[in-house]
């Protein structure tokens, strides 16, 4: 089910080659460890540049931000998806599910779906305030029962992995004892979102999609019988009043709970295990937030710019046109690698330095009209974390550098073992 590697028309074999090697070594430990080296390997050849398997690849800041920005550049949506054919990833089950949720749509669709789903105005968001300290208080004080007496800790498990699942799931009001395994369906169904999953990987995210299908369509049933104060219900409200047939109606309030989990998730997991990694890992910019606990948002916004949980994001041409210096056809794709257009020294100086003084310029959270809806959640999430973080363990170390998951798109530490110094 992996996208076949042809060579595109106008790209020799060496590029090719390239290109091949450059995706091959980003899937090594080496690679997931640190794979900004690369993308300054594939940057010197261009801002952008011939995918091996068709399509461009784009490592330049201002171009990405210039497709993000422009309604010329689509979602590869449920059509586009389609007319890729079958044997494809894209007509896989779990990319035909997630074709049909928001991240996925264009306008007009994209605009009153996003538009119904109303999250995290900054009503909602104050509602969610004290509940994230709470939470954080909590998973806190659980790590530092396990640091007592020397001991050592995986800050990812205990922290990390907990706090967004714990927000989203009170949030929407789903039962603690079924957070363990909407996190592991998570983890499973973001490969279909990946660049190039394996069969293999396609297999666990079709199974783990249909799975949390099962779960939310019984979520949105039931809050149909029961209604409460809480987003599924609302949203059951709304689409009643856009949607005459009741099943249709259900369904889209469903596509719109398993989009806000798995962005609220995978994501901001990421952000605060990596967030924490750079600050032990730069124990000045650490000590300075100790006495200058005012940067701790500009630490959020600087571990987003320098290391983002998501390194891809897609679009596809809607016309015939030129990117940069290199002409683009209709229905083409190009994968934006923002993790490297996050490095590019003619947007930033001295990019390689992580720096709580810059000023703040990242596509982490995309652009245009496909913001990220929870942007402002994941920033109330690693804020909170980071204030009583510091404040509370102003002696924390790292014990060995994290292993990650041989991922290119989706970040995801799998451990971060941590103590007190």
């Known amino acids: 089910m992996e996208t076949a590697i042809t060579s595109p028309a106008g790209t020799s074999p060496a590029d090719r080659r390239f290109a091949v090697s450059l995706f091959s070594r980003l899937r090594t430990a080496k690679g997931q460890a640190n794979p ?172 783990a999609t249909a799975e949390l299908r099962t779960y939310f369509m019984d979520v949105v049933r039931a809050r149909r019988a029961a209604p409460g104060d809480d987003p599924v219900s609302r949203w059951i409200e709304v689409w009643d009043t856009m949607e005459p047939d009741r099943d249709k109606a259900d369904e889209a309030v469903y596509f719109l709970a398993l989009f806000v989990l798995l962005a609220a998730l995978e994501t901001t997991s990421t952000l605060l295990s990596t967030m924490t990694l750079l600050l032990l890992e730069h124990p000045r910019q650490w000590y300075r937030l100790l006495v200058q606990p005012d940067l701790v948002p500009a630490a959020v916004e600087e571990t987003l710019r320098y290391d983002p949980p998501t390194h891809v994001i897609s679009r596809v041409a809607s016309c015939d046109g030129v990117l940069g210096d290199v002409e683009v056809r209709e229905g083409e794709m190009v994968h934006l690698l923002v993790g490297a257009a996050h490095r590019d020294p003619a947007r930033h100086e001295d990019p390689e330095l992580f720096n709580l003084h810059r000023k703040p310029a990242h596509l982490a959270f995309s652009g245009g009209i496909h913001y990220c809806l929870g942007a402002p959640l994941a920033r109330l999430e690693a804020q909170t974390l980071l204030r009583q973080l510091v404040m509370r363990f102003p002696r924390l170390t790292l014990v060995r550098r994290p292993t990650w998951a041989p991922r290119v798109a989706f970040r995801r530490l799998l451990d971060l073992d941590v103590a007190l110094s």
């Open 36 to 207: 900004f080296p690369i993308y300054a390997e594939l940057r010197s050849r261009g801002e952008v540049a011939a995918a091996p398997w068709g399509g461009h690849l784009v490592t330049g800041f201002d171009v990405c931000d210039q497709v993000l920005r422009s309604r010329e550049w689509l979602e590869p949506d449920s059509g586009w998806r389609e007319r890729q054919g079958d044997g494809t990833r894209w007509t896989a089950p779990s990319s035909r599910e997630m074709s049909r949720t928001l991240p996925a749509l264009n306008p007009p669709e994209h605009t009153w779906v996003r538009r119904s789903a109303g999250m995290f105005d900054r009503g909602s968001l104050e509602q969610l305030r004290d509940p994230v300290g709470r939470f954080t208080g909590r998973l806190l004080d659980a790590l530092a029962e396990r640091l007592r007496d020397g001991e050592t800790a995986d800050f990812n498990e205990l922290v990390s992995e907990e706090l967004p699942v714990a927000t989203i799931g009170h949030w929407l009001g789903l039962p603690t004892a079924d957070f363990p395994r909407l996190r592991e369906l998570t983890h499973d169904q973001v490969f279909t979102q990946e660049l190039l999953p394996s069969a293999s990987q396609l297999a666990l995210s079709d199974a």
